[in-house]
């Protein structure tokens, strides 16, 4: 793809493939990452709405300048989505009227949205109505902070342009292993990002329009509550429960379909392990399935049978007993066979 050994993501500012925060000060990136993307269920820290979605990360500030200084976020949004991102958040933006910044904003825009990726952008924080770039572009989904009571956070910016609404006051990872809790549409934004990409993970066949349509549509009304900013504050405030429900309303049953989602909804955690593993997986239609697991001489060191099985699996499996190694698990429903990789040290 052009950039060098990119596994990590890329720094567009500095152009190598450092994306880590150089200093303490370049905290913001890591916050909002931790908001749409913290790992779940690891005992350590925060977990994020996301759960376990995959995060991108992309560096567009220099490291010999201000955290707050953006200078390449719209060529990391065309990276991100050159590199397969289905999902991207944008915690920054300025105001700005010049037809100059607005055909480069909308290029980068329709371009990273002709890929199929579903874009966020952050009102802003300036308590305005005027309208906020990239969050005001066509195609991106604006997001406004609210307070735990619903109300408008007093910094957050509104108005026709604001898409949709979600908490702004959020604990999240910070670097060198800290947490801390920070505030704004910066922290909406990639909230907002990863129930879009929890969403994904249920139905990946989604497009952005889908996804958006069903993320207003299950949105809480909370006009009354913001009498002030009737109509300003987009659909409503984000409501998870009720986006996956309607997600989970474009899925059909057949064994094919299905397969294709368990594909991307199975999970083994830790992975490697010392042998202690936790296998999820999360159907919503009833079927039967084998769950089987052998070590590397094709033995079977775990079988289990579910019929018409529907809802979540967890299960808590110790394979140190079966020694060190690599072993595979494998979920079979009819003919389709969905297979992991486990190693164990």
């Excluded at 910044?101 to 005027?130: E, F, H, M, P, R």
């Excluded at 309303?249 to 936790?278: K, R």
Aim: aromatic share 8%; net charge negative.
């Amino acid at each position: 793809n052009g950039y060098i050994d990119d596994i990590n993501g890329w720094d567009m500012a500095d152009n190598d493939n450092k994306p880590n925060p150089p200093s303490a000060t370049f905290f913001h990136g890591t916050h909002c990452a931790g908001d749409a993307a913290a790992v779940a269920d690891n005992g350590v820290g925060i977990s994020s709405i996301g759960f376990n979605v995959s995060i991108m990360a992309v560096k567009a500030a220099p490291s010999s300048g201000s955290p707050d200084q953006i200078t390449m976020g719209l060529e990391g949004m065309v990276y991100a989505a050159d590199a397969g991102a289905r999902v991207i958040s944008h915690s920054w933006g300025l105001f700005t009227t010049a037809s100059s910044d607005l055909k480069q904003i909308d290029d980068a825009v329709s371009y990273a949205y002709g890929k199929g990726c579903i874009i966020l952008g952050a009102a802003g924080n300036n308590s305005s109505s005027t309208p906020f770039y990239p969050a005001a572009s066509n195609h991106v989904i604006s997001v406004a902070a609210t307070n735990q009571d619903d109300t408008k956070r007093s910094a957050s910016n509104y108005g026709s342009t604001v898409d949709i609404s979600a908490p702004g006051d959020l604990y999240s990872t910070m670097p060198n292993g800290a947490y801390m809790a920070e505030q704004g549409t910066s922290m909406a934004c990639p909230l907002t990002a990863g129930l879009c990409a929890l969403m994904l993970s249920l139905n990946p066949a989604l497009t952005p329009a889908q996804v958006e349509s069903c993320l207003k549509s299950s949105a809480v009304n909370i006009d009354a509550i913001n009498p002030s900013y009737k109509n300003g504050m987009g659909a409503g405030r984000i409501d998870a429960e009720a986006a996956m429900k309607c997600v989970a309303a474009t899925l059909t049953t057949s064994v094919d379909n299905v397969s294709t989602l368990l594909e991307n909804n199975i999970f083994v955690y830790p992975n490697p392990s010392n042998g202690s593993i936790q296998i999820t997986f999360h159907d919503l239609s009833k079927n039967d399935f084998k769950i089987e697991i052998t070590n590397a001489l094709s033995q079977i060191v775990y079988t289990e049978q579910l019929l018409d099985f529907k809802g979540e699996y967890t299960k808590q499996l110790d394979l140190s007993p079966y020694g060190k190694g690599i072993y595979i698990l494998a979920l079979h429903l009819g003919n389709q066979n969905i297979v992991r990789k486990v190693i164990v040290y």
